[in-house]
């Protein structure tokens, strides 16, 4: 029955999408007459660690009439944190150092689960930790006599006293350089994320939570990433949180992260979000190519910043003051649309688009599909 063998294989082939894989293995393989056959990579979708199906399919070889029935068995593989808990779930969170899906260990990725949570890299076997409110998914997490430089920017926005300002009082000056203020932003945004409307979002500097507890509230999306690097921001945002009554703390969690190093798995986010952050970034071209990689084929960039142009942009100077500016402060003074539109294409995003008012700029880009 060799003939036979190899025109089972065909059919299957051809028949494989009716076949139901178990989670447990990465690689089904069929024996029959003698021959293997060997499928390609699985996603895992269960907790069975084998699954028999039948499979029949007549077939005429050499003139005679057949049927055959295929055992489909699931190949498993070592769990890389046995020890932390038998129920874990890969999710679109990554190690900052190798970008490999991270291991959680819980029942469910929200605000609540951080404290105490462990999470461990599916490569490096590193392991990250809840901190009080948000998960701790920084490079350095962990270390505990290095401390990473971050410039003065970065370190401003650290300060408690500034993440209890920020939306005390802060937030609303931003209205003298043409900011529409939050719910107009909010609305704004919300027409440029209308193709990813109920995926995931991260929301890039979030500060202390601002636009992430809007996103969380409309359940616009199914799952909300605060994401700042300041633990006085996150630490404020969930006080927030604690004080609104019937808020949706089931779709959001706050993260700890270096917008240069964005602990998603590659192609994982339908959509990232960053208010009056862009020109806070030590380096905004590393943090929109991160941005980009981190975004799936269609997803959506939408970001708002400041854009001092003018004039006073034609004297000789300008360009190297704000090089030094920026060595000083970490921070960047954007001087054209054209600077942004050429920040987004040259980290891979296309149709860009942007919209001004007075000092106020809100740009959109898209990850190709």
């Known amino acids: 029955m060799a003939t036979a063998a190899t025109t089972v294989a065909t059919s299957i082939t051809k028949f494989r999408p009716l076949l139901r894989y178990s989670a447990a293995g990465r690689r089904l393989s069929t024996l029959t007459g003698g021959a293997a056959f060997r499928f390609g990579p699985l996603r895992r979708s269960g907790r069975n660690t084998m699954v028999k199906l039948s499979f029949e399919r007549e077939f005429r070889a050499n003139a005679v009439a057949s049927s055959l029935t295929i055992e489909v068995e ?18 679109v969170l990554a190690c900052p150092i190798c970008y490999e899906g991270l291991i959680w260990s819980g029942e469910s990725l929200s605000i609540e689960a951080a404290r105490g949570a462990t999470l461990e890299c599916n490569a490096c076997k590193k392991r990250y930790y809840g901190e009080e409110v948000y998960l701790d998914l920084t490079a350095a997490s962990g270390s505990k006599d290095y401390v990473p430089p971050m410039p003065l920017s970065t370190e401003f926005f650290r300060t408690p006293f500034m993440s209890f300002l920020y939306e005390r009082g802060w937030r609303q000056n931003f209205g003298l350089g043409g900011y529409p203020g939050p719910e107009k932003e909010f609305e704004m945004a919300k027409g440029y994320l209308k193709p990813v409307l109920g995926g995931n979002i991260v929301d ?107 004039p006073v942009t034609y004297l000789p100077f300008v360009p190297t003051f704000r090089e030094y500016l920026a060595q000083f402060s970490g921070g960047r003074i954007f001087l054209s649309e054209g600077e942004l539109e050429d920040l987004c294409s040259t980290c891979g995003l296309v149709d860009f688009t942007c919209v001004r008012n007075g000092f106020f700029v809100m740009i959109s880009a898209t990850k190709p599909t």
């Open 74 to 91: 699931t190949i498993p593989e070592p769990n890389p944190a046995e020890d932390i808990s038998p129920d874990v779930r890969a999710s």
């Open 204 to 310: 890039a500097s979030c500060g202390s939570g601002l636009f992430s507890r809007l996103f969380a509230k409309n359940g616009l999306f199914s799952l909300v990433v605060a994401l700042d690097y300041s633990e006085a921001m996150l630490r404020q945002c969930y006080e927030f949180v604690q004080a609104e009554e019937s808020f949706p703390k089931e779709n959001l969690i706050l993260v700890r992260a270096d917008i240069a190093r964005l602990p998603f798995v590659s192609g994982s986010v339908d959509a990232v979000h960053a208010g009056a952050a862009l020109h806070c970034w030590p380096s905004p071209s590393i943090a929109v190519a991160e941005i980009s990689r981190v975004l799936r084929p269609g997803g959506v960039f939408v970001a708002t910043t400041t854009i001092a142009d003018g």
